[in-house]
C-alpha cells in the first residue's frame, strides 16, 4: 500500500474517510469485484408474479393511514447527458439526427417559451442550441433533470419537480400529508428551494394536502478514492488525492436516515403527465397493499418462532414461494425472514438498457432473488441476461421496519462485493473509478424481495431530451 503524507491523511480524514478504508478501496482495485452467480432470469410463474388484483389497491386505500410513507427521489444528477448529441453539434459544428429533431419540434417543447425569450433576431441552429444548453440562456445542460421544464399544459408547464409533487399527493399520501424526499446536489439545492417555494402553497390549496419535503445530498465519505491505470492513487494537478462520488449505490446511507414504514422509490426522470397517470397511481397502490400484506405475514411468522409455535415447513414453502428464496435444510429460517422488505414493480423486456431480475446463488448457498446490472454478469453469462423477460425500471416499495418496530440498519444487508470498477477521465488524463453496490441491486442485496409485473405505461423515463416529445410526454 502507498506510503500517504500528512496532507494525505488530512485530506482523507477531512473527507469522512480513514487510512484503512482507502486502502480496503486500493485493494478493491487490485482484486476487482466477482461477478454475479446468475442462474436463471425470473419469469412469470418462476420468481415474477403477474399484474396484481385490484384488491390490493382496496387494502392500501383502506390502511395507509397507519403507516408513515414517504416518496424518496434520486434527484441529484445534472442533465448533461440529456442534451450530449447537442453538446456535439455545439462542438463539431456537425448537425445529428437528434439536433435536428429538436429544432424541428421546438414548439412542442414546455421550455419553449423560456427559450424563446433568450434568442436573439433571426437565430442561427448554433444560437438556439447554445441557448438552449449553456449559461448563454437557459444553462439546461448544466442544470438538475428536476428543474427542467418538461410538460406542456395550457394553463402552465411543469417541472419534473412539480410531477412528482403532484404525483405524491396521489398515491403517497397519509391523513392528508405527503412526505418526499429528494438527494440533490449541493450546488442546485437553492434551486430546489426557489421552485418549490413557489409551487407548494399552490399545491397544497390545490389537492387539499400539506406538504413535507426534505432534501439530503451524498454524503462525502460515500466518495472513492481515483485511481491511475496501474491502481496507484490518481492525483490532481496540485497533488491532492482524487475523490469521485461512487455512485447512486451511496443513495443508501440516505435512504437509511429516512424514517418511515412504506418508502416509495422513483427516479426524478420517470414522470408523466395528468392524463396518463391512472396506471402509475393504480400499480403504485398495488405493490403497496401486496407489500403490506407480505409485511404482516412475515411479522406473525416471527412472532409465532418467538413464542414457540410456528409451523416451520409452513414457513418454508413461505419463503421459497412467496419471498422467491430456494433455502437449503441448515437455512435458519428466522434470519431470512427477519430483513427489509421490498416489492418491485418490473416491466417486459423492450430494449431499455439497465438491470432486470434474476436468480441469483449466494455464498450461503440458498439461491435468491435479485436486481442485477450488465455490468455484474461475467462475459460467458451474458446470453442468460439476453435470456430475460423484464427489465427493472427502478419501481420499489420498501418496508425498512422489523416486527419489533425497530428500523433495520439497511447498510447491514448491502452486499460489499457488488461494487463494480469503470475507467473516466479527469482534465485529459485517464483513471480508473469505483462505484459502490447499485441502490436497487448490490445495496439491497440481503433484502427479502418481491418481483410483480406492471404494464410497460408506469415507466416513462426521460432520458434523452427528444424523448420530451414522445407521445407519453405530450398531453393529450
Known sequence: MPDFSQTDIQQIQEHGLSIDIINQQLSDFQTGFPYSNIISPAIIGNGVLPMLDNKYADFYDANKDNYKIVKFVPASGAATRMFKDLFEFLSTGEMNKTTQNVLDNLALFAF?????????????????????????????????????????????????????????????????MVRIHFTVSPEHQSGFNDTLAQIIPEYENTFGVKYNVTMSTQKPQTDTIAVNLDNTPFRNDDGTLLFRPAGHGALIENLNDIDADIIYIKNIDNVCPDDARASTILHKKLLAGMAMQIQKQIFDYLHAIDNGTADTNEIRNFIN????????????????????????????????????????????????????????????????????????????????????????????????????????????????????????????????????????????????????????????
Not at 324 to 350: A, F, H, Q, S, Y
Not at 398 to 412: A, Q, R, S, T, V
Not at 425 to 440: D, F, I, V
Open 112 to 176: 419553449y417559451e423560456d427559450l424563446a425569450k433568450t434568442l436573439p433576431e433571426n437565430p442561427s441552429s448554433h444560437d438556439i442550441i447554445e441557448c438552449l444548453v449553456t449559461e448563454r440562456g437557459l444553462n439546461y445542460g448544466n442544470m438538475p433533470k428536476a428543474l427542467l421544464k418538461t410538460h406542456k399544459y395550457t394553463d402552465s408547464n411543469r417541472t419534473a419537480l412539480a410531477e412528482h409533487l403532484i404525483e405524491g399527493t396521489q398515491y403517497a399520501s397519509a391523513n392528508g
Open 321 to 476: 414461494n412467496k419471498l422467491g428464496i430456494k433455502i437449503t435444510e441448515n437455512t435458519d429460517i428466522r434470519t431470512i425472514l427477519n430483513r427489509p422488505l421490498r416489492v418491485c414493480g418490473i416491466i417486459k423486456n423492450t430494449g431499455e438498457p439497465g438491470g432486470g431480475p434474476f436468480w441469483v446463488g449466494t455464498s450461503d448457498g440458498t439461491v435468491g432473488l435479485q436486481i442485477v446490472e450488465p455490468g455484474q454478469i461475467a462475459p460467458e453469462n451474458m446470453h442468460i441476461l439476453k435470456n430475460g423477460e423484464f427489465f427493472s425500471p427502478t419501481d420499489l416499495i420498501c418496508m425498512p421496519y422489523d416486527y419489533m418496530g425497530k428500523k433495520f440498519n439497511l447498510i447491514d444487508f448491502v452486499d460489499p462485493s457488488a461494487g463494480f470498477i469503470s475507467e473516466k477521465s479527469k482534465n485529459g488524463r485517464p483513471l480508473r473509478a469505483m462505484e459502490r453496490p447499485g441502490l436497487w441491486n448490490g445495496a439491497m442485496a440481503n433484502w427479502n424481495t418481491v418481483f410483480v409485473e406492471t404494464p410497460l405505461d408506469t415507466f416513462t423515463p426521460i432520458k434523452v431530451v427528444t424523448d420530451l416529445i414522445k407521445p407519453t410526454h405530450q398531453i393529450k
